[in-house]
């Protein structure tokens, strides 16, 4: 983001704009992703032997720079990329918002032991809402209904993903409570623990699934539900 000039003819300090912005790690990360489009889009629709060996190596390429900035297997990464097939497109990532008394459900990460809303990957025959009530149900225990869509947000741009090979696209569904039992976790065995929180007093975030802006968003769409769906 940069600041403008002034209108009495002085000049105020300008930030920098563009790749020179970004830490380095994050512009190697949107470079690994995208030698990863282009590879896989390359090898979807290339019949020439020579161009699909130059875009097998574009993927290599890919997985190399993923170990470059931290990835801790880049062979782990060469073996998905290579799984994938057809036009490379972003992946869908759903999450769903339940608040009582303005504080967020949150559920903890197996894996990591880092907080997040309840949500994952959509599978394929899912709808968007569908995703999100199934992933609710699997993962804090509670049946629920997807009421709106409140964001859809480029997850590069708000959640950094830095370690991923995929482009995501979030999309955070506002969700009502359909039972009165308690919140459970680990059903699906991806969930240590569950709770309500304020978002003044937030656990620690697992932030490339969800972000502490993104909860202030979807609380003040809870708030009001005038307010658009927010989109990148």
Same mark, same amino acid.
């Given at each position: 983001?940069?600041? !403008?000039?002034?209108?009495?003819?002085?000049?105020?300090? =300008?930030?920098?704009?563009?790749?020179? @912005?970004?830490?380095?790690?994050?512009?190697?990360?949107?470079?690994?992703?995208?030698?990863?489009?282009?590879?896989?889009?390359?090898?979807?629709?290339? !019949?020439?032997?020579?161009?699909?060996?130059?875009?097998?190596?574009?993927?290599?390429?890919?997985?190399?720079?993923?170990?470059?900035?931290? =990835?801790?297997?880049?062979?782990?990464?060469?073996?998905?990329?290579?799984?994938? *097939?057809?036009?490379? =497109?972003?992946?869908?990532?759903?999450?769903?918002?339940?608040?009582?008394?303005?504080?967020? +459900?949150?559920?903890?990460?197996?894996?990591?032991? +880092?907080?997040?809303?309840?949500?994952?990957? @959509?599978?394929?025959?899912? !709808?968007?809402?569908?995703?999100?009530?199934?992933?609710?149900?699997?993962?804090?225990?509670?049946?629920?209904?997807?009421?709106?869509?409140? *964001?859809?947000?480029?997850?590069?741009?708000?959640?950094?993903? *830095?370690?991923?090979?995929?482009?995501?696209?979030?999309?955070?569904? +506002?969700?009502?409570?359909?039972?009165?039992?308690?919140?459970?976790?680990?059903?699906?065995?991806?969930? @240590?623990?569950?709770?309500?929180? *304020?978002?003044?007093?937030?656990?620690?975030? !697992?932030? /490339?699934?969800?972000?502490?802006?993104?909860?202030?968003? +979807?609380?003040?769409?809870?708030?009001?539900?005038?307010? /658009?769906?927010?989109?990148?």
């Amino acid at each position: 983001m940069s600041s !403008s000039g002034g209108h009495d003819g002085g000049t105020e300090p =300008t930030e920098p704009t563009g790749p020179a @912005a970004e830490e380095p790690g994050r512009v190697l990360h949107r470079w690994a992703v995208e030698l990863a489009a282009m590879a896989q889009n390359g090898l979807t629709y290339s !019949s020439d032997r020579y161009d699909i060996a130059r875009y097998e190596r574009l993927r290599s390429m890919s997985a190399e720079l993923m170990g470059l900035i931290g =990835t801790p297997d880049a062979a782990e990464f060469r073996a998905a990329l290579s799984a994938e *097939a057809g036009h490379a =497109t972003p992946k869908v990532d759903v999450r769903g918002a339940l608040f009582h008394d303005d504080r967020v +459900l949150l559920v903890q990460e197996a894996r990591d032991r +880092l907080w997040t809303l309840p949500g994952g990957w @959509a599978d394929a025959l899912d !709808s968007p809402s569908d995703a999100a009530e199934r992933e609710f149900a699997e993962e804090a225990g509670l049946r629920v209904r997807a009421r709106r869509l409140a *964001a859809v947000h480029d997850g590069s741009l708000r959640n950094g993903h *830095a370690g991923s090979p995929w482009h995501t696209y979030k999309l955070f569904f +506002l969700v009502d409570r359909l039972d009165d039992a308690p919140p459970r976790a680990g059903l699906d065995g991806e969930t @240590a623990d569950v709770g309500f929180f *304020a978002l003044d007093d937030l656990p620690e975030l !697992s932030t /490339p699934r969800c972000t502490a802006d993104q909860l202030a968003l +979807l609380l003040a769409h809870h708030r009001d539900p005038s307010l /658009p769906t927010d989109f990148d």
